[in-house]
C-alpha cells in the first residue's frame, strides 16, 4: 500500500490494455470518412503525421511519467512545475473535459446500441440505459482497482477482435486503383485533417494519473506508452487503408466501418463493427471513469480540495460527485456551461471521496 492510501494493482500489461482501451475509442468508427472528405487519399499521410507529433508529446509524457509514483498525472506534473495555481486550474480543466467526454461517448453509445434496439435513444429505455451504465461502472469502480483494471483488459481484447477481422479479411478485398492521389490539398487543408485525427490519440494522458495505483511506474509508464500507442497507430492505418480500399464513397459515408464491413463480410458485416463500437464505448467509460475519481483525490492530497471523507482500510477512490453530475447531465441531455457550473458549486464538504477495496 502506497502513502496515499492506494493498492498498486494496475500491471504493465494492464496499463497497456487501459492506454489502447482509451486510445481506441468511439472515433475510429467515424473519423476515417472525415479525414477522407477532408483531404482524399492524403488521408494517410495525415494519420502517419498526426501520429509523429502525438509521438512526440507522448515521449514528452514518458519522460515526465518515469519521475513520479503518487497519483495525479499531468495535474501533479503541473504542480510540480509550474505551482499550484496552474496545477489548480489543470486539475478541473482536465476535470471537466472527461465529464464532457463521458457524456459525449454514452450518447455514441445509446445511438450504437439503436441499431440493435431503435427504441433505445429515446424515452424513458435511453435514460433506464444510461443510468444502468453509469451505475455498472460506478459498481465496478467500487468494488476495486484491480477489478477495474481486469474489466480494462476483457474488453480491450473484446474491442480488437472485431477490429483486427475488419483488418484481417478486408485487406484481401481491397482495390489497388482507389489509392490513386488527386491534387495535392492545400496546407489549410492538410492541417484541418491532422487536428481532426487528434481527437483519435487523445486521452491516454487521462490513465497516467492513476500512478500511485501502477506497479513500478517509473519503468511501466514509458513501456505501456510506446506500445500502446505504436500498436494504435498500426491499427488505425490498416483500418485507414481497408476503408480507402472497398469503400468507393467513404468520404460521404456516416458509418464507414459498418459500412466498408458489408462489401466482404456481407450483412453479418454491419452487426459486428456496431457490437465492436458498444464494446469499445464501454471500454473507454470505464477508463474515465477510472481516471477521472482519482484526479478529486489527488487534488485534495496535495491540499486542493476541502473536507475529504475517507475510509481508511480501502484501496480506491470514488467520486460520488463525478458520478452525480455525469448521470444528471447525460440523462436531462444538459450540457451547457451553467448547468456545469452550478453543479460544481456544491458545497466541497459533502463531496465523498470514498476508498474501495
Known amino acids: 500500500m502506497t502513502n496515499e492510501g492506494l493498492i498498486r494493482e494496475i500491471r504493465k500489461w494492464d496499463l497497456v490494455a487501459l492506454l489502447v482501451n482509451v486510445t481506441v475509442g468511439a472515433g475510429i468508427f467515424r473519423l476515417p470518412a472525415d479525414v477522407q472528405k477532408t483531404v482524399g487519399n492524403y488521408s494517410l499521410a495525415a494519420f502517419v503525421v498526426c501520429a509523429v507529433i502525438v509521438g512526440m508529446i507522448a515521449l ?74 453509469v451505475v455498472v461502472l460506478t459498481v465496478i469502480n467500487i468494488i476495486g482497482v484491480k477489478q477495474s ?94 476503408c480507402i480500399g472497398t469503400l468507393p464513397n467513404l468520404a460521404e459515408s456516416v458509418r464507414p466501418l459498418a459500412e466498408a464491413s458489408r462489401s466482404f463480410l456481407g450483412t453479418t458485416g454491419p452487426p459486428i463493427i456496431s457490437a465492436g463500437a458498444l464494446i469499445g464505448i464501454f471500454g473507454t467509460l470505464n477508463v474515465i471513469m477510472l481516471a477521472c475519481t482519482r484526479l478529486p483525490f489527488a487534488m485534495a492530497v496535495q491540499g486542493q480540495l476541502a473536507a475529504v471523507e475517507a475510509a481508511e482500510q480501502d484501496g480506491h477512490v470514488v467520486s460520488d460527485c463525478w458520478r452525480d453530475v455525469a448521470l444528471i447531465r447525460i440523462a436531462r441531455r444538459d450540457f451547457d456551461l451553467n448547468g456545469l457550473r452550478n453543479s460544481l458549486s456544491l458545497p466541497v464538504g459533502k463531496q465523498r471521496l470514498a476508498r474501495g477495496a
Open 60 to 133: 514528452c509524457f514518458a519522460e515526465v511519467g518515469s519521475r513520479f509514483s503518487t497519483t495525479g498525472g499531468p495535474y501533479l506534473y503541473a504542480k510540480e512545475t509550474f505551482g499550484p495555481t496552474i496545477a489548480f486550474m489543470v486539475g478541473w480543466l482536465m476535470w471537466l473535459t472527461r465529464v464532457a467526454g463521458f457524456a459525449t461517448l454514452t450518447q455514441v453509445f445509446v445511438a450504437y446500441l439503436g441499431y440493435f434496439w431503435p427504441p433505445a435513444e429515446s424515452g424513458l429505455p435511453r435514460i433506464a440505459i444510461i443510468t444502468a451504465l
Open 149 to 242: 483494471a481486469r474489466v480494462g483488459d476483457i474488453f480491450t481484447v473484446s474491442k480488437l477482435i472485431p477490429l483486427g477481422l475488419f483488418v484481417a479479411v478486408g485487406l484481401f478485398f481491397i482495390s489497388p486503383a482507389r489509392f490513386t492521389l488527386a491534387v495535392r490539398p492545400g496546407f489549410g487543408s492538410f492541417s484541418a485533417a491532422v487536428f481532426i485525427l487528434i481527437y483519435v490519440f487523445s486521452g491516454f494522458e487521462a490513465v497516467l494519473v492513476n500512478s500511485g495505483e501502477i506497479r513500478r511506474p517509473q519503468r511501466v509508464i514509458p513501456f505501456a506508452l510506446i506500445v500502446a500507442l505504436s500498436a494504435s497507430v498500426a491499427l488505425f492505418l490498416l483500418i485507414q487503408v481497408v
